[in-house]
């Protein structure tokens, strides 16, 4: 597998040309949207990691296998950045939502310690309505036991109104869920 950076962006005029289908991921802050890139792609460092929360403030840009682009999107919720960066993220990743062409879906990444607020909430409405595919992917499943993951599956998926089953159990530490997203994102990107 081969990967690399391709670009950061904060506006269209930034983004790389769009000729590849495009995956992004999306979710709060501190969720392990970059550890999971770097696991799905077998790289440990090629995505920057932080344990503070909002260091990815720009939309990045990853080549994935010269066939498709992973686009990693900033954290929203708890980001201890000035109310100023995060208020031009909104419009920045609504843009890119928006209007890039060869977005073929948004790999959605909670916690699954977490029940889904109205950020996410409004997120997969918002996803739905534009008609933009989105696969749910429930990150640090290797912090609770078989019992409470699944248990937490079938309450997240009660808050989503998602069918438990759409929500993969992910773990960037052992691995769990890496083919099942691989999987969802293949079919997604094919489409």
């Given at each position: 597998?081969?990967?690399?950076?391709?670009?950061?962006?904060?506006?269209?005029?930034?983004?790389?040309?769009?000729?590849?289908?495009?995956?992004?991921?999306?979710?709060?802050?501190?969720?392990?949207?970059?550890?999971?890139?770097?696991?799905?792609?077998?790289?440990?460092?090629?995505v920057k990691t932080s344990s503070t929360p909002g260091r990815t403030q720009l939309i990045n840009f990853f080549l994935v296998n010269n066939?498709?682009?992973?686009?990693?999107?900033?954290?929203?919720?708890?980001?201890?950045?000035?109310?100023?960066?995060?208020?031009?993220?909104?419009?920045?990743?609504?843009?890119?939502?928006?209007?890039?062409?060869?977005?073929?879906?948004?790999?959605?990444?909670?916690?699954?310690?977490?029940?889904?607020?109205?950020?996410?909430?409004?997120?997969?409405?918002?996803?739905?309505?534009?008609?933009?595919?989105?696969?749910?992917?429930?990150?640090?499943?290797?912090?609770?036991?078989?019992?409470?993951?699944?248990?937490?599956?079938?309450?997240?998926?009660?808050?989503?109104?998602?069918?438990?089953?759409?929500?993969?159990?992910?773990?960037?530490?052992?691995?769990?869920?890496?083919?099942?997203v691989w999987e969802n994102i293949q079919v997604v990107a094919d489409c």
């Open positions: 597998m081969t990967s690399e950076f391709i670009t950061s962006a904060v506006k269209p005029s930034h983004y790389p040309p769009a000729s590849l289908p495009e995956i992004a991921f999306a979710g709060r802050s501190n969720v392990g949207k970059s550890s999971m890139i770097n696991k799905l792609i077998n790289r440990r460092r090629l066939a498709l682009s992973f686009v990693d999107l900033p954290g929203y919720g708890y980001a201890k950045v000035p109310k100023s960066v995060t208020k031009k993220w909104g419009p920045m990743i609504e843009t890119y939502l928006s209007t890039r062409s060869t977005l073929k879906g948004v790999v959605l990444i909670m916690d699954i310690r977490r029940i889904p607020g109205t950020d996410e909430l409004n997120f997969t409405d918002w996803l739905s309505h534009f008609g933009i595919p989105s696969i749910l992917v429930l990150t640090k499943a290797d912090k609770l036991s078989k019992t409470k993951q699944k248990k937490q599956q079938l309450a997240i998926a009660e808050a989503l109104s998602a069918d438990k089953d759409d929500l993969i159990l992910f773990s960037a530490k052992s691995g769990q869920g890496r083919d099942a």
